[in-house]
């Protein structure tokens, strides 16, 4: 059997995409492995799960560098010490450098609580796109997975499946049922990816 693809998962919060990931990969449904989480956010919970899972982290702040071209720097030093092959984006929220994006072309996909082209873009992300579904009136909504570019939920899509809008539904109720998807599909995903499906 190959040996599987080494995953960086990049992240900003409570990480319950990244434990799908670490789920399937340890159940031997996602041909890769979690070599690096990633996150902007110092105090985000993903963090902890990766390091109850013994998955090495790294906190990534741009702010902290001299320039954007040193952060970069760091960040394609860091995946290359982990040799990783391939980005999964897990409710980050920041456009990774185009430098990264460059480097991994192809191999950087992202997951999206909403049915892609509507509902993406900048400031379009968490309870915003749960918020702008219901107020649309919108029958049903859904999880997108999709490659990921230098553009906001702008790359090809791989993945969807819808969830009907209920009568009732607050983003609350509606992002629980979103995420229940989200779950199912990033890893089917990322592992048809991994073993060349979308070629």
């Known amino acids: 059997m190959e040996t599987p693809a080494n995953i960086a998962v990049f992240i900003s ?10 789920d399937a990969s340890r159940d031997g ?3 890769g492995r979690i070599a ?6 110092a105090g985000a919970y993903g963090l902890e799960r990766a390091r109850n899972e013994g998955i090495d982290t790294m906190v990534y ?3 902290n560098y001299s320039s954007k071209e040193a952060a970069a720097s760091d960040l394609l030093a860091m995946l290359d010490e982990y040799r990783v092959q391939y980005i999964a984006l897990a409710g980050y929220l920041k456009l990774l450098p185009a430098a990264a994006v460059k480097k991994y072309s192809g191999r950087i996909t ?8 509507k509902y993406g873009g900048k400031g379009m992300y968490g309870h915003h796109v749960h918020e702008a579904v219901l107020a649309s009136g919108d029958s ?16 090809r899509i791989l993945m969807q499946k819808t969830v009907p809008v209920k009568p009732g539904d607050t983003p609350d109720s509606l992002a629980a049922r979103v995420l229940k998807v989200e779950h199912e599909i ?7 990816l991994i073993r060349g499906e979308y070629e």
Do not use: C, F
Not at 186 to 192: C, F, K, V
């Open 186 to 192: 990033y890893p089917i995903a990322l592992d048809n």
């Open 140 to 155: 049903e909504s859904g999880a997108t997975v999709h490659m990921a570019d230098e553009i906001y939920d702008n790359g």
């Open 36 to 41: 690096l989480v990633v996150s902007n956010k």
């Open 110 to 117: 992202n997951i999206h609580p909403a049915l892609l082209p």
């Open 61 to 63: 702040r741009v702010k």
């Open 29 to 31: 449904r996602l041909h």
């Open 13 to 22: 919060g409570g990480g319950s995409n990244l434990q799908s990931l670490i």
